[in-house]
């Protein structure tokens, strides 16, 4: 009985916290609407990924077809898929994850403030350029008549083909992802640099501590949880390599290594039919993406004893 009676004032003390703040629970409302439309409402069709889907059925009445949309990992092509895309992630992830970081430490030196501001803003501004645009740039900069090979006869080089030389395409994606995103991702750890006590590095001086000791002792392990918080978001990127950057990038000379994963169930589902087997790669990535964050996130609770929970 007093069991009952204690779930029942809980529930009470739950009601009464709702009454108390329904504003915000009102204004939390349209995000929980959104996310539960199109972040769980959409997980219904991964049952797709186990039928034999067809136009003109639909997924209740289309008859189930077991683990055969996922022959796709008895296909050379897929691999190859794979290696493209690790060839990109891998690199986004070791020189695209590091690049904020380094600029933020850069920034939080800087004593003339107005420079330091009108630096960040520059930085930035890139996150807000379409990738359509800025594939037309790079397409505009790179063609054999454009600034770079205006460059190379200058100094009697001869004309590259940057879009069309396979080696020189995942340095592209990766070094343009870099100027994009850099200044964007770079806000969250300056953040995260103007909480650190100041008497901390009084208290270093003191000690007779240049900069780069201050950097290595105090401000980096101050902003590890940040660091590892958006590493772990970052994980997933690992699978992911996106359309909306490579797809315009995309032409005959440079598909060979152009071709992700990600395009890969762009061309089979929607170009091709193969809506099963589209379903199915895209229910074996959002696993593994899942897995990759889950265990980023223990690694990093035995390292440090922190994590995202």
Not at 81 to 107: D, E, H, K, W
Not at 263 to 273: A, E, F, S, T
Not at 276 to 295: C, E, I, K, P
Request: charged share 15%; hydrophobic share 50%; proline share 5%.
């Amino acid at each position: 009985m007093t069991q009952v009676v204690t779930k029942r004032e809980e529930r009470a003390k739950t009601w009464r916290r709702v009454k108390e703040y329904k504003w915000q629970y009102m204004m939390f409302l349209p995000a929980a609407i959104l996310l539960i439309l199109f972040s769980y409402m959409p997980m219904i069709g991964l049952i797709g990924a186990f039928k034999d889907y067809r136009i003109g059925f639909t997924l209740a009445n289309s008859p189930w077809c077991g683990w055969e949309n996922f022959q796709f990992f008895q296909d050379a092509h897929f691999w190859k898929v794979v290696r493209n895309t690790l060839s990109i992630t891998v690199g986004r992830m070791v020189f695209g994850f590091p690049a904020p970081i380094l600029l933020a430490l850069l920034l939080n030196e800087l004593q003339h403030q107005k420079f330091k501001r009108v630096v960040q803003s520059v930085s930035y501004m890139p996150h807000f350029v379409s990738w359509i645009v800025v594939a037309y740039l790079l397409e505009s900069l790179l063609a054999p008549t454009g600034l770079f090979n205006q460059v190379n006869r200058m100094i009697g080089h001869a004309p590259v083909f940057y879009m069309g030389r396979s080696d020189l395409f995942s340095p592209i994606i990766i070094i343009s992802g870099i100027w994009k995103d850099i200044g964007w991702n770079t806000i969250v750890y300056l953040a995260a640099l103007s909480g650190i006590d100041p008497q901390l590095y009084e208290a270093a001086k003191v000690e007779g501590a240049n900069k780069w000791q201050q950097t290595r002792f105090i401000t980096i392990p101050c902003i590890m949880p940040t660091i590892v918080l958006l590493l772990t978001l970052a994980m997933p990127g690992l699978i992911q390599a996106g359309t909306d950057q490579i797809y315009p990038l995309m032409n005959t000379a440079n598909m060979g290594v152009a071709e992700v994963i990600d395009i890969y169930v762009l061309r089979n589902g929607l170009q091709q039919g193969y809506y099963g087997m589209s379903t199915a790669l895209g229910l074996v990535s959002s696993v593994l993406s899942l897995g990759l964050v889950l265990g980023t996130n223990k690694i990093a609770q035995l390292l440090n004893g922190e994590g995202l929970w």
